[in-house]
T-cell receptor
Framework: GDSVTQMEGPVTLSEEAFLTINCTYT??????LFWYVQYPGEGLQLLLK?????DKGSNKGFEATYRKETTSFHLEKGSVQVSDSAVYFC?????????????FGKGTKLSVKP | DSGVTQTPKHLITATGQRVTLRCSPR?????VYWYQQSLDQGLQFLIQ???????AKGNILERFSAQQFPDLHSELNLSSLELGDSALYFC???????????FGPGTRLTVT
């Protein structure tokens, strides 16, 4: 079945460091890909998305490119801030229309130190 | 604020009991999804409703059930609760034909 694998954390970085969180997927169709972020004590927020190969999603300085050839959707940010400390989830949705439950990776906890 | 609301925020109950979690989707969203988040299982899809009808089922136990009402709010019913049911339960909604889902703040269930 469909699955998402993301790098295990926790990841600890200093402020202004470069961030990469790896995500690879397995899907039978042509999934849409997402990154969600969960701040402490809160629900999941959609960070960015890409719906087809070579699409680049971007938001708040974060970017991820849908790479069909490597089945990857790695999350990057050039300069992290303390406020970026959260858990990041990679997810896919393999159906369109009125169906489309999300399949999540296990999450990567990011801590950014001042 | 995603526009998805969930009540209650916290729920503490005993084993064997039954609880109901409530979700109101974003205005205009016809699809409602329920997910369970636990430390050992991560985020797991439970069930989806679309405009009042069950559309997809995931890893939902037989002790759990859900429904979506004509006003599109949804309820998740958990019965014969066990310690292992302690988790965060999230509701999400989406528009017809859209892939992205918007999540509520969750209900933290503690079974003692």
């Amino acid at each position: 079945g469909d699955s998402v694998t993301q790098m295990e954390g926790p990841v600890t970085l200093s402020e202004e460091a470069f961030l990469t969180i790896n995500c690879t997927y397995t899907a039978t169709g042509y999934p849409s890909l997402f990154w969600y972020v969960q701040y402490p004590g809160e629900g999941l927020q959609l960070l960015l998305k890409a719906t087809k190969a070579d699409d680049k999603g971007s938001n708040k300085g974060f970017e991820a490119t849908y790479r069909k050839e490597t089945t990857s959707f790695h999350l990057e940010k050039g300069s992290v801030q303390v406020s970026d400390s959260a858990v990041y989830f990679c997810a896919l949705s393999d159906y369109g229309g009125s169906q489309g439950n999300l399949i999540f990776g296990k999450g990567t906890k990011l801590s950014v130190k001042p | 604020d995603s526009g998805v609301t969930q009540t209650p925020k916290h729920l503490i109950t005993a084993t064997g009991q039954r609880v109901t979690l409530r979700c109101s989707p974003r205005s205009g969203d016809l699809s409602v999804y329920w997910y369970q988040q636990s430390l050992d299982q991560g985020l797991q899809f439970l069930i989806q409703y679309y405009n009042g009808e069950e559309r997809a089922k995931g890893n939902i136990l037989e002790r759990f059930s859900a429904q979506q009402f004509p006003d599109l709010h949804s309820e998740l019913n958990l019965s014969s609760l066990e310690l292992g049911d302690s988790a965060l339960y999230f509701c999400a909604s989406s528009q017809a034909g859209e892939y992205e889902q918007y999540f509520g703040p969750g209900t933290r269930l503690t079974v003692t």
